[in-house]
């Protein structure tokens, strides 16, 4: 069992940052595979971003290569998002995810994931 909590959402002009945060209350986190998804209004939940347990592998959704970078500090038991050059399109709520020793590759689903942190709101401005 793992329970998630995500931080750092906000409103944000387009071509700004932001830097999420998803907090992990385990004590086998390094067992997981963490990733985010996003899911905009009337829209389903989708793939941004995961990483290994250790960090080794990482993947991206191509509408977010080159601007978000995923991470993770397993002595903290915390994985990032930093996000750059946002678009209005980023415009949805965030979720962090975690799967025991999944593959990484960048077609996860949603159904992957065994266990979700309740969201964070991420609104960019144009």
């Known amino acids: 069992q793992v329970q998630l909590v995500e931080s750092g959402g906000g409103l944000v002009q387009a071509g700004g940052s932001l830097r999420l945060s998803c907090a992990a209350t385990?004590?086998?986190?390094?067992?997981?595979?963490m990733a985010w998804f996003h899911q905009a209004p009337g829209k389903e939940r989708e793939f941004v971003a995961a990483i290994s347990w250790n960090g080794g592998t990482i993947a991206y959704a191509d509408s977010v290569k080159g601007r978000f970078t995923i991470s993770r500090d397993n002595a903290k038991n915390t994985v990032y998002l930093q996000m750059n050059s946002l678009k209005a399109e980023d415009t949805a709520v965030y979720y962090c995810?975690?799967?025991?020793?999944?593959?990484?590759?960048?077609?996860?689903?949603?159904?992957?994931?065994?266990?979700w942190g309740q969201g964070t709101q991420v609104t960019v401005s144009s």
């Open positions: 995810a975690a799967a025991v020793f999944a593959d990484v590759i960048p077609t996860m689903t949603a159904p992957r994931f065994a266990y």
């Open positions: 385990t004590r086998t986190f390094s067992y997981y595979t």
